[in-house]
């Protein structure tokens, strides 16, 4: 099993910058994929970003040029620098990390729970 957990969010006026990070323990060998998701009230969960082991990035369309993944893979932690944040960036951040499946094959997936970023106008 592996845990994450997320520190970083908070309250900040539009404009302003806000740094997550997510930390994992448990059985952290040979993590692969880590991201970030996030859920506004009333709508589905959705990608803001990923990383690979090998630090490939992938961004929604509504983040690109604003927010930044990172990951520091000897400490097994994951960020996301959020800068000129919008009132729609409000929402609860997970932190995910997906390992292989050894026995079934594919890859199994873990979440964090939560943090709460709000921004306002």
């Known amino acids: 099993q592996v845990q994450l957990v997320e520190s970083g969010g908070g309250v900040v006026q539009a404009g302003g910058s806000l740094r997550l990070s997510c930390a994992a323990s448990?059985?952290?060998?040979?993590?692969?994929?880590m991201g970030w998701y996030r859920q506004a009230p009333g709508k589905q969960r959705e990608l803001v970003a990923s990383i690979t082991r090998d630090r490939i990035t992938n961004y929604a369309d509504s983040v690109k040029g604003r927010f930044t993944i990172s990951r520091d893979n000897a400490e097994n932690t994951v960020y996301l620098q959020m800068n000129s944040l919008k009132p729609e960036d409000t929402a609860v951040y997970y932190c995910?990390?997906?390992?292989?499946?050894?026995?079934?094959?594919?890859?199994?997936?873990?979440w964090g729970q939560g943090t709460q970023v709000t921004v306002s106008s």
């Open positions: 448990g059985s952290i060998f040979n993590i692969l994929d």
């Open positions: 995910q990390a997906q390992k292989p499946n050894l026995i079934g094959g594919g890859r199994n997936t873990y």
